[in-house]
């Protein structure tokens, strides 16, 4: 089994690879999603930040002070 960085870095490359097909770039002149490439590709970075700091705030303890 993969683990998760390897997972990103394999999407990551998917996406490069998607931006890059003539398919795509056919349909990229007239093709306006809500979401882009990049915001996928941006999302993969941001998990990649939450992996390496993680929050310093135990979520589980802030929920049970919280009740």
């Keep these: 089994m993969k683990t998760l960085q390897e997972l990103i870095v394999d999407a990551h490359l998917a996406i ?8 795509y770039q056919a349909i990229a002149k ?9 915001d996928a590709a941006t999302a993969l970075t941001y998990l990649e930040w939450e992996l390496e700091n993680p929050p310093s705030i135990n979520v589980a303890k802030l929920e049970a002070f919280l009740e």
């Design 16 to 23: 490069a690879e998607i931006r890059n097909h003539p398919e």
């Design 30 to 38: 007239t093709y306006s999603p809500d979401l882009t490439l990049g």
